[in-house]
């Protein structure tokens, strides 16, 4: 996919690399114990793996990468939405509320205790050791999410190619400012900004609020 790259300078880039590497590695050793009984949890709930086999993500420059999270639906739960008639009006209905549901069938009991409070998102700290991600940045898309809100939104084609010219991140600006409550055209918005404004100062503002986003679960779907 294209991509219009924002330059920042070699300092910020370095700076920013050892801060995800720094708080990827604490952040697993504080969540260890946590990722432990949301496994346990998860078994115990419902069959199939404990991490979900969710379709690839697009990362920086428009490269696809495969995201490291905790299940939290029904095992072939994307295949499902997208190929099982059954699903073809909720899938119908996940297009039109910008790729996320309310009360969506397919999370189980353990996942929706996980999905509020974002544990499920924890082992994407992997992808960021990884190089794939980064710990703030904008939120890391499906290739027919992009394809199909751009054909929804076209005035949002440009703000796509800026947000894809960098590391999507686990955490981000539109993440602690409403989450899933904001719709795609404001959401890829906010994300460009993101690129266009990021500083150093800028990334340590958005994960000191992310604590607070995680425990009060407010817009998580």
Known sequence: MPYSEIK??????AAKRCIDIFFSLALLILFSPILLIAAIAIKLDSSGPVFADTPERIGKNGKPFKMFKLRSMIQNAHELLREDPEFASLYDRYKR????????????KAGRFLRKHSIDEVPQLVNILKGDMSLVGPRAYYPDELREQQRN???????????????PGLTGFWQVSGRSEINFDKRIQMDAEYVKKRSIMYDLLIILKTPWAMISGKGAL
Request: aromatic share 12%.
């Open 97 to 108: 509320g910008s790729y996320k549901l309310r009360n969506d069938p397919r999370i189980t």
């Open 8 to 13: 920042k300078s070699v300092f910020y880039e």
């Open 153 to 167: 939104y076209p005035d949002t084609k440009d703000a796509v190619k800026v947000v894809l010219s960098v590391k």
